[in-house]
C-alpha cells in the first residue's frame, strides 16, 4: 500500500500589501525588509476568514484532482489562526464542500503543520481505512501581529493552500519523519485566550499577539533544513544532485542562500516565493507546492524534498517523489 498526491490548490486574500506600503505604517523600509528576508509584500486578510480561504484552496484541490467532496475520507487542517475555538476550520470546510463522509479535524503545529498534516494523511491511508485524504494549511496570520511591533508585522502574511492524498500500489511519499522540540516552545509563542473568570480578572500585561525571539528560530531553522536535507539523502541513499527541488517552509531567503553556500547545494533547487507572499506558516510549503505543480514545473519522476519548521519548536521532512 503507498500514497501519492493528486491535486493540490491554494487561495490569497485579495489585498496585497507592500513593503513601501508597510513603511508608511512603521518605522521601517522596502530596503531593511527585502535585505533582511526576500519579502517584498504580502497577502492581508480584508476580512477573508480563515475557513474561506481553506475552502477555497480545498475546492482548488479537489478540481485539480478530479474528486468530488463526497469522495474524501477525512480532511486534516493545520492551522494557529482558526476562525473559532470549535467548531474546527476542518468540520466548517466540510459541509463548504459536501465532504459528508469524512471525519474532519484541525492540527496545531505551526509553520510545520502541512508536513504534519501529510504525516497523517499517510499513516491513516496506510492504516487501510482511509483512502481519500484533503490536507490543507491556513492561516489569516495578521489578526495575531501586533501592527506597532516592526520586529514581526513586517514578516507575515495571509493565506491557505491544500493537497489531496490517496492510497495507490506504488509509495510516493516516503521518509516522511516530524519532530517536536518542546523545550524550545518559549522561542515562539502566541498566547490564546486570558484565564478570566469570577476568580482571576484581566491582567494588563496579558497579550495574545505573536511574539518570537528571530535570532534562534534562524538558527533552529539553519539546523533542522540542514539535518532534514541530510537524514533524507541518507535514508534514501540519494546525493544533493539527485534532488530536483527542495520546498522549504517560507520563512526567510538568507536561511537558504546561508546553507546553499554552507553545504555547497545549488540554490537554485530551492523553490522560493516568499518575495510574493511573506511567511504564510502552514500554507507556504502547499501554496508553493501549487504554484510549481500549476506552473508544469513538476514532471511525473521528479524527487522533491519537502521541509517545514517553526512553532512547538516543530519540524517535518518528506521525499515527495512527484506522479500526477
Ligand atoms: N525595519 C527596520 N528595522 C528593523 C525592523 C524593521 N522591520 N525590525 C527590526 N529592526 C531593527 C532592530 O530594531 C535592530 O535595530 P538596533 O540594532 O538599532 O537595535 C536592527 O533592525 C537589527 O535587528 P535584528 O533583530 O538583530 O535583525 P536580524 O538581522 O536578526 O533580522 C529577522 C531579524 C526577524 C529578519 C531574523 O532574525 C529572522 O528572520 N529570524 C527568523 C524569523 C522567522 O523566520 N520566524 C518564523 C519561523 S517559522
Not at 464542500?97 to 510545520?112: L, Q, R, T, W, Y
Request: proline share 1%.
Amino acid at each position: 500500500m503507498g500514497v501519492r498526491i493528486i491535486g493540490t490548490g491554494k487561495a490569497v486574500p485579495k489585498k496585497v500589501l507592500t513593503n513601501e506600503m508597510m513603511s508608511e505604517i512603521l518605522d521601517t523600509s522596502d530596503e531593511w525588509i527585502y535585505s533582511r528576508t526576500g519579502i517584498k509584500q504580502r497577502y492581508i486578510s480584508t476580512g477573508e476568514t480563515n475557513t474561506k480561504l481553506c475552502v477555497d484552496a480545498a475546492k482548488d484541490a479537489l478540481k485539480d484532482s478530479g474528486l468530488k467532496g463526497e469522495d474524501i475520507d477525512l480532511i486534516v487542517v493545520a492551522t494557529i489562526t482558526s476562525d473559532k475555538l470549535t467548531p474546527s476550520t476542518a468540520c466548517l470546510v466540510q459541509t463548504e464542500i459536501g465532504a459528508k463522509n469524512s471525519m474532519a479535524f484541525d492540527i496545531v503545529a505551526a509553520c510545520s503543520g502541512f508536513v504534519y498534516a501529510l504525516d497523517i494523511a499517510v499513516k491513516f491511508i496506510k492504516s487501510n481505512e482511509y483512502k481519500n485524504v484533503l490536507i490543507i494549511g491556513g492561516e489569516v496570520l495578521s489578526k495575531i501581529l501586533d501592527w506597532s511591533d516592526r520586529k514581526n508585522a513586517v514578516l507575515f502574511g495571509d493565506g491557505a493552500g491544500a493537497a489531496i492524498v490517496t492510497n495507490d500500489e506504488s509509495d510516493y511519499i516516503t521518509s516522511i519523519n516530524c519532530v517536536s522540540v518542546g523545550e524550545k516552545a518559549h522561542t515562539l509563542t502566541c498566547n490564546s485566550l486570558e484565564i478570566k473568570n469570577l476568580y482571576k480578572k484581566h491582567s494588563d500585561d496579558f497579550s495574545n499577539y505573536l511574539s518570537m525571539d528571530g535570532k534562534e528560530i534562524f538558527k533552529f531553522a539553519i539546523d533542522v533544513i540542514e539535518k532534514s536535507i541530510e537524514k533524507i539523502l541518507k535514508e534514501e541513499n540519494l546525493r544533493f544532485e539527485d534532488i530536483d527541488y527542495i520546498i522549504p517552509h517560507q520563512a526567510n531567503s538568507r536561511m537558504i542562500d546561508t546553507i546553499a553556500k554552507r553545504k555547497n547545494y545549488d540554490r537554485n533547487k530551492f523553490y522560493m516565493n516568499i518575495e510574493r507572499y511573506g511567511n504564510t506558516s502552514s500554507a507556504s510549503i502547499p501554496i508553493a507546492l501549487d504554484e510549481m505543480n500549476k506552473k508544469n514545473l513538476l514532471k511525473d519522476g521528479m524527487k522533491i524534498i519537502l521541509i517545514g519548521f517553526g512553532g512547538g519548536l516543530t519540524y517535518g521532512s518528506a521525499l515527495v517523489n512527484w506522479k500526477k
